[in-house]
């Protein structure tokens, strides 16, 4: 009569939980057996699951198959019929659902006598007495039939009884338990996953908020985390809250959920509270964030039912104690000029493409612009997913290229959420959310492109006092539309996702104020400027160094937006005093432009004479570094009368030492000039402007062959240069050492001075310096007899300078003749150029580490 399913030690459920009974038949043949069943069904306190045909808006089969899939025991009742057939079927409903049944616990009732039986029905009957694992059991009166299944079904769930219900059994008075199915998998996050689900199997861990800005994959992460531990609770319910405004909504929301109903003036969150308090259970509420006065519903369920717990997805956390948040990050992107199809957000991107065009490939080209692409969306999962889905129009090369704004990025699907369908509508969800001073802080700050801190934010967002940046501050973290990270300095750091910051940067042009916005920020940035110039003197000089580098880039977009303003005194103001820092950080092409296209503007004529001066020493500096001396005499002469004039002895040392660098070595005057040079140098102060003056000058002495003289003059260079803190100078200088020793016949003495300036050129990305570190080695390779590895160092060098846009320095440009020259000697020019060529294409990093393993 009844028999074990696949597993006979598979506990169900008792009475009280509220099994589901499916029972099969034809419908119009036994429709007294059907009801003494339900009756039976029903005694016991159970759910009789009953197909019946009528005006329906799905076939037949789709019904019955999803009832079957929510039912826990199988009756089947057998008359004479063998049912309708429909089309495309090879059996009747009554034999499909008998053979869909397979793993539930199957009680089988067979008509006897039943002269009549259609031939296709014995043999089913004939089928399921040769099944093993149930037995049919004949019957004939419908009344005894109904007694036999309630004593059937009473003994079935005594063999089975189970003090607590299967994973994913009904319980009663609730719903059954649901987890909506993303259409997509997930990828990645499997660090956060396992984060997640271990909170969730946590004793003492009740309520985990998953946080993040819109479009991070939280709804996503919290579904995956879910299912992985649905199979230990009693039931997980997915509720979501994005239609929800207040508190009052919370118990309607998650009520309809369970399907618990109103009972009469009885407080809604007191019925579901008393409905889950016996219950293990999990609720997954989606899009808390836009709920006011969420929390305090939140925390009275979890107060009243203890074997509750909950999973709440919001853009903030709650605010309750015992909360565990858990902030999700974008996806980890490939680095610059490195395709990585491992990286995460090139896998979503790919995954997401394949579902859009299952031909996608991502090679080559294709791959380097997927790159692109997911760094320019910052990996945030959204805007990958939304990119992606346009591969079949748009390959990834194309949408690059039109990348413009990833705001508009639209999705073309039509099951997602009206706030997912463009970035800008996720986005808008949350800005509804803010208070107004939040809107006008969050659009003041679109403007810090590199983030901002504390001091700048406040200097940036706060007009008259208007509003408290702080406190506004404090809830854009809290929305996550702002991210807090520690700055290499020490300083906490705030920024933006480029797309919140494209977002903010739209409302502050509609509120008109962008451009006070800015103007606020060059003036901060000044001052940070002019403490910078001094700190990096200074024992907090590393302190220092990493402020700038985290706000280069508000430097280079000010220093912009002041050129385009028609603000000289601003760009120099910003400039200026960081002159020697853009040197260092290989910036002199650009600031060369700058300088340029600086004092062609109206209001340089206007600038202070102090400014004046430092505007004609950028602008004469750079013309030579870029090989342009003709443009930059007539600066550098303005710049030493305005020296003496100012009675600047500093200005006059750079202006003289500049100046003679546009004349050829040879010159009489040039040493005399240089000798005055340094003379004002040592007058300033400033061993940093004595280091500077004294490299010129033993250049002088080395081009005479009076290697002694240069060496000394350099050594004392090298002094200054770490006397005032500077690697940068320090590391120039140890490149001209090196020369010293190579001209001196001691090319192991040579490499020893380049190994120490490689070192700093490698910690400061100093380019500039790689390229006439390179040189001074091929001069090494070329005198301890490996002309080709000199050709290919010397190659090297040239094509980083043409990299940066870079000449070599005049009074260096006569040694770097006689080298070449020297190669091509030992070569012969042809193959000499070949091998320059060689040196040409490789790495200029990885030529310095060769030729340094091969010196010595």
Not at 452 to 470: F, H, K, N, Q, R
Not at 845 to 856: H, M, R, V, Y
Request: proline fraction near 8%; charge should be negative.
């Amino acid at each position: 009569m009844t028999g074990p399913g696949p597993d006979p030690a598979a506990p169900i459920g008792t009475p009280d939980r509220r099994l589901r009974v499916f029972v099969s038949s034809t419908l119009t043949e036994l429709a007294a057996e059907r009801a003494a069943v339900r009756a039976a069904v029903t005694s016991l306190r159970l759910t009789p699951v009953m197909f019946e045909l009528g005006a329906r808006p799905h076939p037949p089969r789709d019904l019955y198959r999803a009832y079957l899939r929510q039912s826990d025991v199988f009756v089947g009742l057998y008359g004479d019929s063998y049912g309708w057939v429909a089309p495309g079927m090879a059996v009747s409903g009554i034999e499909d659902e008998f053979d869909l049944s397979d793993g539930l616990p199957r009680l089988l009732y067979v008509r006897d006598p039943a002269p009549g039986r259609d031939p296709r029905l014995a043999a089913l009957v004939e089928r399921m007495q040769a099944t093993g694992g149930a037995s049919t059991v004949p019957f004939g009166d419908p009344a005894r039939l109904g007694e036999q299944v309630a004593d059937d079904l009473a003994v079935l769930l005594t063999e089975r009884f189970a003090a607590r219900p299967a994973p994913g059994a009904p319980v009663p008075g609730l719903a059954p338990g649901w987890l909506p199915e993303p259409p997509t998998p997930l990828v990645d996050r499997g660090t956060e996953l396992a984060l997640l689900t271990g909170l969730l199997r946590a004793p003492e861990v009740r309520l985990v908020t998953l946080t993040g800005p819109g479009g991070i994959g939280k709804t996503r992460l919290a579904l995956a985390g879910a299912g992985a531990v649905r199979a230990e609770r009693d039931g997980v319910w997915f509720v979501d809250l994005a239609p929800v405004r207040d508190a009052a909504g919370v118990p309607v929301a998650v009520a309809g959920v369970l399907g618990v109903r109103p009972e009469g003036a009885r407080p809604l969150v007191d019925v579901v509270a008393e409905r889950l308090a016996g219950v293990s259970a999990l609720l997954v509420l989606d899009n808390a964030e836009q709920v006011s006065g969420v929390a305090p519903v939140l925390a009275a369920l979890l107060e009243r039912c203890p074997r509750l717990d909950l999973l709440v997805t919001s853009r903030s956390v709650l605010g309750l104690r015992g909360e565990t948040d858990v902030p999700l990050q974008p996806l980890p992107v490939p680095a610059p000029g490195a395709p990585d199809p491992a990286a995460p957000a090139v896998e979503l991107f790919t995954a997401r493409a394949r579902a859009a065009d299952p031909s996608f490939t991502a090679e080559g080209e294709d791959a380097a612009a997927v790159g692109e692409l997911v760094r320019r969306l910052e990996g945030l999962p959204l805007a990958i997913e939304l990119a992606a889905a346009r591969v079949r129009v748009l390959p990834p090369r194309a949408l690059l290229r039109r990348l413009r704004s990833a705001l508009d990025l639209r999705a073309p699907v039509a099951d997602l959420p009206d706030r997912q369908r463009t970035l800008r509508a996720t986005l808008e969800w949350s800005h509804e959310l803010l208070g107004a001073e939040e809107r006008l802080v969050l659009a003041r700050l679109s403007v810090c492109t590199g983030g901002c801190t504390l001091d700048t934010a406040e200097a940036v967002a706060a007009v008259d006092g208007d509003v408290d940046v702080v406190e506004a501050l404090s809830a854009l973290v809290a929305q996550s539309l702002v991210a807090p990270g520690d700055a290499a300095d020490g300083e906490p750091r705030f920024r933006m996702l480029d797309v919140v910051r494209a977002f903010a940067a739209e409302r502050l042009r509609e509120l008109r104020e962008e451009d006070a916005a800015r103007e606020r920020l060059a003036r901060h940035l000044t001052g940070v400027a002019e403490s910078a110039a001094a700190g990096l003197a200074g024992p907090d000089r590393a302190t220092w160094l990493a402020r700038l580098e985290a706000e280069a880039d508000d430097l280079e977009a000010t220093l912009e937006w002041a050129v385009a303003a028609d603000r000289a005194e601003l760009v120099v103001g910003l400039a200026a005093p960081l002159a020697r820092w853009w040197w260092a950080r290989g910036r002199l092409a650009a600031m060369s432009d700058l300088a340029d296209r600086t004092a062609a503007l109206p209001s340089a004529r206007r600038l202070s004479p102090a400014a004046a001066a430092s505007l004609r020493w950028a602008c004469g500096s750079t013309a030579i570094a870029m090989g342009r001396p003709a443009d930059a005499v007539p600066q550098l002469t303005g710049l030493v009368a305005e020296a003496r004039e100012l009675g600047d002895p500093w200005l006059l040392a750079q202006g003289l030492t500049l100046l003679a660098m546009t004349r050829p070595p040879e010159d009489p005057s040039l040493r005399p000039q240089l000798e005055e040079a340094e003379a004002a140098a040592r007058a300033s102060g400033d061993p940093w402007a004595v280091g500077f003056t004294l490299v010129p000058l033993g250049d002088v002495d080395l081009l005479a062959g009076d290697v002694p003289a240069a060496t000394a003059r350099h050594t004392e260079a090298l002094a200054a240069a770490r006397a005032s803190r500077d690697d940068h100078l320090a590391a120039a200088v140890l490149d001209q050492l090196g020369l010293d020793a190579l001209l001196g016949g001691d090319p192991d003495g040579a490499a020893a001075h380049l190994r120490e300036a490689a070192a700093l050129h490698r910690a400061l990305a100093d380019r500039e310096g790689l390229a006439n570190c390179l040189e001074a080695l091929a001069g090494v390779a070329l005198l301890t007899g490996r002309p080709e590895e000199a050709a290919r160092l010397a190659g090297s060098a040239d094509a980083t300078r043409r990299l940066l846009g870079l000449r070599v320095w005049p009074f260096l440009r006569p040694l770097a003749a006689q080298l070449a020259a020297a190669v091509d000697a030992a070569l012969g020019p042809e193959r000499a150029a070949a091998e320059r060529a060689a040196g040409a294409r490789r790495d200029g990093w990885a030529a310095l580490e060769d030729a340094l393993g091969g010196s010595g």
